[in-house]
């Protein structure tokens, strides 16, 4: 899925019982590394899950903090991740690690970014990393609500802590993060694990990333050897154990990102269900973050809600059916379609197997049919395009009915031009309304008609030539077909003749 266009909130003054409460200064998000083993062109933290990319969804957790600055160090793809911020939270500082030396160089060039800016940095500076896309609000306010110490360490307790660093505690304090390589059995037994993200003193910390040395085998500073200072000092460390061990899931490669994606994928069926909406099979349900469902909607398997989709109640939607930023009116059914920017009235009929493309919008008690494909045109009330027609720049007004396999010409190879079809018009099958044209209130077209000029209201519009019958052609010109073979024993007594017979079906339409 792509990504959805939709700005974040920006952060304000976070309140409890009319007082301000622990207000970060900073919250520096960690979003510079390469991301080798996604193997993509496109940066790691841009990749997306729910609608969102992983470092939007660290942004989105951040603000519940309500921090004076959100930071985002960038370095890797950093055009590309510029340009994303600046769309989806231009509110967000960046600042660039030129060269990767380390997570606590990371966070070192970004404290003094900040102060360089004129900052004052009085409060606690929350790290955090930019691929934990499960990370929530809530848990960060947790972290913060009870941190009162040099730092709270954010860990989480896990079945299996295979290649996590493990917290290392000494009477409820943090002593140490130890990492797998470097732990003994017995500490590999610990099954409490950090989640490289972080609440600190700021001043405390600034003084130690100045003591940390690359002195390792990468040649680069941990933000991790900051704890160590910490504890040599008699600093006391903390940790604060997130509610949900999911909540610290990182992503470094696609099968992680599938995980992380399914995972998301349920959190937000689980809210929706619990909100009054009905799945019939929540596994194939994917809904994107910025979706409105109220209750008593009913999504049926295989459908995808993305962007800022809307759905009213009482819809059905589903099954087989993709929306991407469309509003779906009370009551209204949606079966095996694809919508993008289009807008369903209530009461409404969408499908199966139909197409709407952007602009479409459809009025209540509209119709859109089987293999019907509408662009940037208007169905008024009680329309109806029931099926195998095109419909494009086109008004169409209430209660009109477009026959089967119409199609409305609207491109002549350059521009395209607009049709607008009158209220209680009824235009026959298989007809071509070539634009610019339009059809007054109460007319009808004769089917088979290409449609070039205006039709008056209440008048019958016939666009097509006289039907010709060549009698005895198929014994003449086809003798030895199974054709041929039918028609004789169909008539034997007739005899192979040229004679034409000239037919008009528009007699009955003709007046007295």
Request: include cysteine; hydrophobic fraction near 40%; proline fraction near 5%.
């Amino acid at each position: 899925m792509g990504l959805t266009r939709i700005r974040l909130r920006r952060p304000s003054p976070m309140r409890k019982d009319g007082a301000v409460t622990k207000r970060p200064s900073a919250v520096i998000i960690l979003a510079a590394g390469e991301g080798k083993r996604m193997k993509s062109a496109l940066p790691k933290v841009l990749h997306p899950i729910a609608g969102r990319s992983l470092v939007g969804h660290v942004i989105e957790a951040a603000a519940h903090l309500e921090p004076e600055h959100v930071m985002v160090v960038v370095g890797h793809g950093r055009d590309l991740v510029v340009e994303h911020l600046a769309e989806v939270a231009p509110w967000v500082l960046t600042v660039v690690q030129e060269e990767q030396l380390g997570t606590g160089h990371a966070v070192r060039i970004a404290l003094e970014d900040l102060l360089g800016r004129g900052a004052t940095i009085d409060g606690p500076v929350v790290v955090l990393t930019g691929d934990t896309p499960l990370l929530t609000g809530e848990t960060l306010s947790g972290m913060v609500a009870e941190h009162d110490s040099a730092c709270t360490v954010l860990t989480a307790r896990v079945p299996d802590p295979t290649g996590y660093g493990r917290i290392i505690r000494v009477d409820d304090a943090v002593s140490a993060i130890i990492e797998e390589r470097d732990a003994t059995d017995a500490q590999r037994s610990i099954d409490e694990i950090n989640s490289g993200m972080y609440a600190f003193d700021a001043a405390l910390l600034g003084a130690s990333l100045g003591k940390l040395g690359s002195d390792n085998s990468q040649g680069e500073e941990y933000l991790t050897d900051v704890i160590g200072l910490l504890t040599a000092d008699g600093h006391r460390v903390q940790a604060h154990i997130a509610p949900d061990a999911d909540d610290i899931r990182g992503v470094n490669d696609r099968a992680q990102l599938a995980d992380a994606a399914a995972i998301m994928r349920d959190r937000i069926n689980l809210r929706w269900m619990r909100d009054g909406v009905t799945m019939a099979d929540p596994a194939s349900v994917w809904i994107d973050v910025d979706v409105e469902l109220e209750p008593d909607v009913t999504l049926l398997p295989q459908t995808i809600l993305r962007g800022p989709t809307a759905i009213a109640s009482g819809a059905r939607v589903g099954p087989g059916t993709t929306l991407v930023s469309c509003e779906v009116g009370a009551d209204s059914e949606v079966i095996h379609t694809w919508a993008e920017l289009a807008v369903i009235g209530d009461n409404a009929q969408v499908g199966p197997f139909t197409y709407l493309r952007p602009g479409a919008q459809l009025g209540d008690g509209a119709k859109a049919g089987a293999y019907v494909e509408i662009k940037n045109s208007t169905v008024g009330d009680r329309a109806k395009v029931p099926h195998l027609s095109y419909v494009g720049d086109a008004e169409i007004g209430e209660g009109t009915n477009i026959g089967a396999a119409t199609v409305f010409v609207n491109y002549d190879g350059r521009d395209k031009h607009r049709t607008v079809v009158g209220r209680d018009v009824r235009v026959g099958s298989d007809s071509m309304l070539v634009a610019p044209v339009e059809i007054g209130d109460g007319a009808y077209t004769a089917a088979g008609s290409v449609i070039t000029d205006n039709v008056p209201p209440g008048a019958m519009a016939v666009g097509r030539a006289r039907q010709r019958n060549i009698e005895g052609w198929v014994e003449r010109r086809r003798p030895d077909s199974s054709s041929a073979a039918a028609a004789r024993a169909a008539a034997p007594s007739n005899e192979a003749s040229d004679r034409v017979t000239n037919v008009d079906s528009t007699d009955s339409f003709r007046e007295e």
